[in-house]
Structures are given as structure tokens and as C-alpha cells.
């Protein structure tokens, strides 16, 4: 996603939105998964991210020959991308103030299936 975790100034552009020829890179002691109480630190810190556009990822769906049967944009999210912004809700996670909840996708569901082949 291309908005940034710092969001003392609200949300704000961060991250490039197209995928570039090398991944983001940074180091990150945790993770998002929680982890259990006394769990050893994580050993290997340093983060690899790539982007993809929506389109490239229906494109690279469909290349796949797979059906698109839905895509969808939602306004609540499976996980709190950003704590001081949203809260949670039937489904997960939205944003806390109603107007932003018009104003970014949270969530890009898509449901693709093999085709059927047809028989002669």
C-alpha cells in the first residue's frame, strides 16, 4: 500500500503504488504476526517488500487463464493497519472517523477459478 504508518499528520503518501525494479527494503525488529510470551527475537530483521498495482495483480490472474467471478473493494479490513486511525467493527477493522471510510479501499477481495473445459 502506498500510505505510510506515520499518520501524526493523518495518512499520507509513502510508499510508491506501482511496483518497482527493486523491492523496499528496511529493517524491523517485529512483525506482525504477535508472538507468544517469551518467544526467542526474530534473527533475520531486514524486510523485502514489492508493490503491485491492482491491475497488474487481475492482469497476472488472467494471463493465468483463470474466470475473475468478483473483485471488489471494501471499507473494512481483515487486520488494524493503522491503530490510532481505525477500530473494530463487524468484519474486522474501519476507520473510526466516518468520512475517511469514503475515501480508501481497505481491502481487495477477488474470487478467480479455473475455467470449466468443455467436452465435445
Not at 83 to 102: H, I, N, Q, S, W
Request: overall charge negative; charged content about 25%; proline content about 8%.
Amino acid at each position: 500500500m502506498a500510505v505510510g504508518d506515520d499518520t501524526s499528520h493523518g495518512l499520507t503518501l509513502h510508499e510508491p503504488y506501482f511496483q518497482q525494479d527493486e523491492p523496499m527494503t528496511w529493517e524491523n525488529e517485529g512483525s506482525y504476526v504477535e508472538a507468544p510470551e517469551g518467544s526467542a527475537p526474530i534473527a533475520h530483521t531486514r524486510n523485502h517488500q514489492w508493490n503491485h498495482a491492482v491491475g497488474e495483480i487481475l492482469a497476472a490472474l488472467l494471463r493465468a487463464g483463470l474466470v475473475l467471478e468478483e473483485v471488489a473493494e471494501t471499507r473494512v479490513s481483515a487486520w488494524r493497519r493503522w491503530p490510532d486511525l481505525m477500530e473494530p467493527c463487524k468484519g474486522g477493522f474501519r476507520f473510526t472517523d466516518p468520512a475517511m471510510r469514503e475515501m480508501l479501499p481497505l481491502q481487495l477481495i477477488v474470487v478467480a477459478r479455473r475455467p470449466v473445459e468443455s467436452r465435445p
